[in-house]
């Protein structure tokens, strides 16, 4: 069964910490995602990378940024949580080979409170 | 950007009721998707369309992509209470860069009374 695992469902921090959040991929995707979720907002798309070492912002990445070191893991960071990124955070993957490409496997997601 | 007007943003129904919603952009898309997200869980696909015109089931629902590609509906028979959760439509759209990303409507919530 294919799997998109993040390491924590629920976060706490405090204004000005630094956050790392973790996503692993057992399905040796090229692409992974990072997208933020908000009521009446829909899902955003903060970054995006479709091989390791390499990233491209998506619509929202002020304030984030990410590093994928290796091809199953990518990480969300947050330099210095604010109030305003109190949210769910959601990762996914997906291949690059035709006609698999535009689906996205999704983890369950963090929901993430910065106080 | 390109941006996609998902409505209803919520829909209250008896089980057993039709459902139908449906999204409209002013950008054209080559691929529309829907996306099912149960309580406390990620999105998952439930159907795909690659064609203007496209008609697809999956079980009972059923999603058409628009013959002007700008827009696209899921209908959902006979409701069920596990049909219960938040849809979206998205849209793939290919970067500057080459890459392919989605865009996502803002969801319609949907609650099925039993």
């Known amino acids: 069964d294919v799997k998109v695992t993040q390491s924590s469902r629920y976060l706490v921090k405090r204004t000005g910490e630094k956050v790392f959040l973790e996503c692993v991929q057992d399905?040796?995707?090229?692409?992974m995602f990072w997208y933020r979720q908000d009521p009446g907002l829909g899902l955003r798309l903060i970054y995006f990378?479709?091989?390791?070492?390499?990233?491209e912002k998506g619509d929202i990445p002020e304030g984030y940024s990410v590093s994928r070191e290796k091809k199953e893991r990518f990480s969300l960071i947050l330099e210095s949580a604010s109030t305003n990124q109190t949210s769910m955070y959601l990762c996914?993957?997906?291949?690059?080979?035709?006609?698999?490409?535009?689906?996205?496997?999704f983890g369950p997601g963090t929901r993430l409170t910065v106080l | 950007g390109q941006q996609l007007n998902q409505s209803p943003q919520s829909m209250f129904i008896q089980e057993g009721e039709d459902v139908s919603m449906n999204c409209t952009s002013s950008?054209?898309?080559?691929?529309w998707l829907w996306y099912k997200q149960d309580p406390g869980e990620g999105p998952v696909l439930l159907i795909a369309?690659?064609?203007?015109?496209e008609l697809t089931s999956n079980g009972r629902l059923t999603a058409q992509f628009g013959i002007t590609r700008k827009d696209s509906f899921l209908n959902i028979s006979a409701s069920i209470p596990s049909d219960v959760g938040i849809y979206f439509c998205?849209?793939?759209?290919?970067?500057?860069?080459?890459?392919?990303?989605?865009?996502f409507g803002k969801g319609t919530k949907l609650t099925v009374n039993p």
């Open positions: 996914a993957s997906s291949s690059l080979l035709a006609g698999d490409r535009d689906e996205q496997f």
């Open positions: 399905m040796d995707h090229e692409n």
């Open positions: 990378s479709y091989d390791v070492k390499m990233k």
């Open positions: 950008s054209i898309f080559n691929t």
């Open positions: 369309l690659y064609k203007a015109g």
């Open positions: 998205a849209g793939v759209v290919i970067t500057q860069g080459g890459s392919e990303k989605l865009v």
